[in-house]
């Protein structure tokens, strides 16, 4: 089963802090991967979509990376603002965006 | 920036009644999906479409539900006979493709649908 894990689950930091927001897979046959951010009672929009045969992925101050052979992504949120603080969900497409979503990693960034 | 809407943003129904959500794509996407997050759990995928017809849909898509696109804009989705642990979070989503169909998916707000 294809089965996508996000630790941790919630965590706080005091703004200024780097983020570190880790995603595992257990089916490393990915096309791409995506990160969304999701604010309470909100949609989903899309931060960052890796390729599977790319490394990582920037836009401003976030970073993603890829190692698709150990099954898992990382995103980085450089330099954290209080307007960070939301749950983070990574997404592995395994073909015909059949996605399938972590439960997420909530995020507080305590000004 | 182009976005893809969605309507109702919340909608109340008593078990049994048929509800129909809608859904306006961003307008040069071909492909078509609806997801749904059930409070507290993850995002699920529920079914996919193209070229007006479905393309894969999960077990959780049974005879109870339908897509369709009824015209050039709208996409919707419709549970013919709602049940209590149909209350969710419904997010319609699109994506103009890509190889293999993976590009890139851009969802909607989510219409919230408390069945009572």
């Known amino acids: 089963k294809q089965e996508v894990t996000q630790i941790p689950a919630a965590l706080s930091v005091p703004e200024g802090e780097n983020l570190v927001l880790n995603c595992s897979f257990t089916?490393?046959?990915?096309?791409?991967l995506q990160w969304f951010r999701q604010d309470p009672g909100k949609g989903l929009t899309s931060l960052l979509l890796?390729?599977?045969?790319?490394r990582e992925q920037t836009s401003g101050r976030l970073n993603a990376s890829l190692d698709k052979s150990s099954g898992r992504s990382t995103l980085y949120i450089a330099a954290s603002q209080p307007g960070d603080s939301a749950t983070y969900l990574c997404a592995a497409n395994y073909g015909n965006n059949r996605l399938a979503f972590g439960k997420g990693n909530q995020v507080v960034v305590i000004p | 920036e182009p976005e893809v809407t969605q309507t109702p943003s919340h909608q109340v129904t008593q078990m049994g009644q048929e509800v129909i959500l809608r859904c306006v794509p961003i307008s040069n996407h071909l492909y078509f999906y609806w997801y749904r997050q059930i409070l507290g759990q993850k995002v699920e995928f529920l079914v996919s479409f193209y070229n007006n017809e479905i393309s894969e849909k999960s077990e959780i898509f049974d005879d109870q539900f339908s897509v369709e696109r009824p015209d050039g804009s709208n996409f919707t989705l419709k549970i013919r006979s709602t049940k209590l642990e149909d209350s969710a979070m419904y997010f319609c989503?699109?994506?103009?493709?890509?190889?293999?169909?993976?590009?890139?998916?851009?969802f909607g707000e989510g219409s919230r649908l408390t069945v009572l």
């Open positions: 089916d490393s046959a990915i096309y791409n």
């Open positions: 890796i390729q599977s045969s790319q």
């Open positions: 989503a699109s994506t103009s493709g890509g190889r293999l169909n993976t590009g890139e998916l851009f």
